[in-house]
């Protein structure tokens, strides 16, 4: 079946940085919508970024100018680089994908398709 496999969380001091991957296998990546999501308990899952089959990359207000989002189709990987950490980007993230061409990142319920998640937490 299709999986998403993330990787690359980590712990890291506030300011730093870390690159998040997600393998894609079993899809046609390309035709796919892909995005990244976060969650912290007893909160719902929120939009982090995404990048649309074509490319066009959106951002959450709150990670605009620090995080960066993009996908390499030939070897079928999603990436986040995300640079001057704060103690409130500390979440599980994960992976999604859906087969379309434009993203929606406004909720998670559009997604089809998830990784199991890789835990950022930033220490201030």
């Known amino acids: 079946q299709v999986q998403l496999v993330e990787s690359g969380g980590g712990s890291v001091q506030a300011g730093g940085s870390l690159r998040l991957s997600c393998a894609a296998s079993r899809l046609t990546y390309n035709s796919y919508c892909m995005a990244w999501f976060r969650q912290v308990p007893g909160k719902e899952r929120e939009g982090v970024a995404s990048?649309?089959?074509?490319?066009?990359?959106s951002y959450a207000d709150s990670v605009k100018g620090r995080f960066s989002i993009s996908r390499d189709n030939a070897k079928n990987t999603l990436y986040l680089k995300m640079d001057s950490l704060k103690s409130e980007d500390t979440a599980m993230y994960y992976c999604?994908?859906?087969?379309?061409?434009?993203?929606?990142?406004?909720?998670?319920?559009?997604?089809?398709?998830w990784g199991q998640g890789t835990q950022v937490t930033v220490s201030s």
């Open positions: 990048i649309d089959s074509d490319g066009v990359t």
């Open positions: 999604a994908a859906k087969w379309a061409v434009r993203c929606v990142l406004s909720t998670f319920r559009w997604y089809g398709l």
